[in-house]
């Protein structure tokens, strides 16, 4: 994921005093000295929060149970590269400056593209390789895909990934609700995994 750079503009504000018409005392006293004190700051620092749009993502899934494998990205490009082939999402990140590897990091969009395949073929995917993923893409035949809601909460310990939304069966154009889960913890090990489809009926 590309690092967001964030720049702090610090705004000055400028008083006018009014003139007034009494007369001034002769002496003047002198103007109070600034004070720069850490004692003053806040005992427990607030947490930082940085906001940015446009993050480019493209995630590789699977549910093993049911031998199906989902792509997180457009594939259906004019020219299938690493950067046309990530859909765009939103983000924020959360600071805790009293642990300093305690950050969170959300992201999400209303609208996403998700293809279903039948089979796993993680090689062909994932990590991106142009020759392979495009030929993949290109010659395998879709069993599922949609545009649907996409969620992700990062942590220290967990990751949480998670998609919604309709999605159409390439082979009759038949309609379907989908909702997939992904949960994964800090040693890499996938505690929760599963891809359902089920038919706007109830089927």
Same mark, same amino acid.
């Given at each position: 994921m590309n690092t967001? @750079? $964030?720049c702090l503009l610090t705004f000055g504000v400028?008083? $006018?005093a009014a003139c007034s018409q +009494?007369?001034?005392? #002769?002496? #003047?006293?002198?103007?109070?000295?600034?004070?720069?004190?850490?004692?003053? /700051?806040?005992?427990s620092p607030s947490t930082i929060v940085i906001r940015r749009d446009g993050i480019p993502v493209r995630v590789i899934t699977t549910d093993t149970t049911q031998g199906l494998m989902a792509i997180h990205g457009p594939v259906d490009v004019p020219v299938c590269t690493n950067a #046309? #082939? @990530?859909d765009s999402v939103d983000g924020q990140q959360i600071l805790t400056p009293s642990d300093a590897q305690g950050i969170?990091?959300?992201l999400q969009a209303s609208q996403s593209h998700v293809e279903i395949y039948n089979g796993i073929n993680l090689a062909a995917v994932f990590?991106?390789?142009?020759s392979s993923f495009c030929n993949f893409v290109a010659t395998t035949p879709k069993a599922y895909e949609g545009i649907v809601a996409y969620h992700v909460n990062l942590g220290s310990s967990m990751t949480s990934f998670r998609w919604e939304g309709d999605v159409t069966r390439v082979s009759d154009g038949a309609t379907f609700h989908y909702v997939? /889960? +992904?949960? $994964? $913890?800090?040693t890499g090990k996938t505690t929760s995994s599963y891809i359902r489809i089920q038919g706007n009926g109830g089927n």
């Open positions: 967001a @750079r $964030v400028a008083a $006018v +009494q007369a001034m005392p #002769t002496a #003047t006293r002198a103007p109070r000295a600034l004070r720069a004190d850490f004692a003053d /700051n806040p005992s #046309t #082939t @990530r969170r990091l959300l990590p991106f390789v142009a997939e /889960n +992904q949960d $994964v $913890v800090a």
